[in-house]
């Protein structure tokens, strides 16, 4: 079972491309062309802490080492796919059927889904989250930013 910061850091794990992100995000600040681009609310002290984590994991063994593997694979640098999958339905006895248009070709419907890396393993990613919050260096439990409501 998992403790509420592991919890937590699984959500900003999730989420971090949204959390760093200032300009694609939605809590992004865009640059003015005078500087830099500033960075959004978003960016707390929990995502900076995690940020430091995962570097320190970098550099541990090769079982934590490994471990930030799949947690790169899993959330970080998983993309968002959407793929049609073909829509059933249900018919006397066990089997099912497509569903089928006017003209007789199979109705399909988009799925939002992740495209990451097969060797990828989820429990090996929450075994990751667990290390970081078992290291966690701040005197405060993380938090997820007040914005991710709007992302």
Known sequence: MESNRAAVLWRIAELYPLLVDPLNGKAGLPGTGEGWAGMPATYTPTVKEFE???????????????????????????SRVIRLEPVFVKTKGPHRRYLLDEEGNRVTRPVLGWCRDARASEPHARLAVCWIASQWGLPSEPMLPKAVGSL
């Open 52 to 78: 430091r984590l995962m570097a320190v994991m970098r550099e541990r063994d090769s079982l934590v080492r490994t471990l930030r593997w799949h947690l790169l694979e899993w959330h970080l640098k998983a």
